[in-house]
Structures are given as structure tokens and as C-alpha cells.
């Protein structure tokens, strides 16, 4: 099974993933082949980047990172994988079409903001305001952004809401892999 998962910056995305690893998946990350192209390019490492090259390689092939990330999964063939993160509606369909099942998780916006300020990555060391300004960018398909994280959560298999305890978002996972 491939579960390709989407959702809104600091959701809890990540908290997700880690408990479907501690169920057997492989975890294939976005950010992980965006940090290294980034890396190899020497330049910053940061959201903003990571958006950049995720708009570079959508121009070259609408599936951008996910094709990429799914010749990996393809390569290992695993059980189960978890493909992290998809932006764009382009990106979910090919998933799709793979036999993926794209979960969503989504969480209020100020919930969102505490989180990713206690997580401490370089990325989301931002003011609220900043934070706000660029939920908004990839939340609703900017054109600058290339992401449109609401349009995903629409078409996506099922949509978890990470508003209270871890408990209660892996109860909802558990219902959502009953699908």
C-alpha cells in the first residue's frame, strides 16, 4: 500500500508518518529530496527553497517530486510506503494512478504556528505573521507557490483534523486506513 500523505504546514504531517512507520511503512520525504538538492546546489536550505525547487520540477514534469520519490519506492519495493509530501493536485493524481491513497491532515492555524515553532528546524524559525503569510501562499495555490494544499485536502481519500491529543489523530488515521 502507498499512502501519499498531504497537509497544511505543521498539522502534524510528521507525527503521522512516524506512527505509520511504527506500523511496518517506509517513509519516502519530500523535504528530504528537496534538502538535497538544495545542499548540492550549496544554497540555503529553507521553505522558501524548498518551494523553488519543488516549482522547478514541476515545470519539467507535472508529477515533479512525487515521480521522483515514487522511482525510489519502485527501486526498494516495499510492503508499504508513505510518500511525504504532496503540494499539488497534479502530484496527488499521480499517486492515484499508482494505487496510492492520499490521507490529509489538516489542524487551525494557530495550533499550527506553536508546533512548528517548538520543532526548531531552520525552515520554520518564522513570526506568526510570517508563518501566516506562507500557510497562506501553500494552502490556497498561489501562483508563486505552485502549491495548493486546500485543493489536495478536497480530492484527498480521507482528511484528519490534528486539533487535540496524538491519541485522538491515530484513532482517526486507524479509521482512515479502514478505507
Known amino acids: 500500500m502507498i499512502i501519499?500523505?498531504?497537509g497544511t504546514i505543521g498539522a502534524g504531517k510528521g507525527t503521522v508518518v512516524e506512527y505509520l512507520k511504527s506500523k511496518g511503512?517506509?517513509?519516502?520525504?519530500?523535504s528530504g529530496l528537496l534538502t538535497d538538492i538544495l545542499k548540492e546546489r550549496g544554497e540555503v536550505v529553507d521553505r522558501?527553497?524548498?518551494a523553488r525547487i519543488g516549482r522547478e520540477l514541476r515545470a519539467k514534469d507535472?508529477?515533479?517530486v512525487p515521480k521522483l520519490t515514487y522511482e525510489k519506492i519502485k527501486k526498494d519495493n516495499p510492503k508499504d510506503a508513505i510518500l511525504e509530501a504532496l503540494h499539488t493536485v497534479g502530484e496527488a493524481e499521480f499517486v492515484r494512478s499508482v494505487g496510492g491513497f492520499i490521507l490529509g491532515v489538516d489542524?487551525?492555524?494557530r495550533i499550527r504556528y506553536d508546533r512548528i515553532s517548538k520543532r526548531g528546524s531552520s525552515k520554520d524559525h518564522v513570526t506568526f505573521e510570517k508563518f501566516a503569510e506562507q500557510a497562506k501562499r501553500e494552502d490556497d495555490g498561489t501562483?508563486?507557490?505552485g502549491h495548493n494544499i486546500r485543493g489536495v485536502l478536497k480530492i484527498a481519500d480521507a482528511v484528519v483534523t490534528n486539533n487535540g491529543t496524538q491519541e485522538d489523530l491515530f484513532a482517526q488515521v486507524e479509521q482512515a486506513l479502514e478505507k
Open 107 to 109: 489542524a487551525d492555524l
Open 25 to 30: 511503512f517506509k517513509h519516502y520525504s519530500s
Open 143 to 145: 501562483e508563486e507557490s
Open 48 to 50: 522558501d527553497g524548498m
Open 62 to 64: 507535472p508529477n515533479g
Open 4 to 6: 501519499g500523505i498531504t
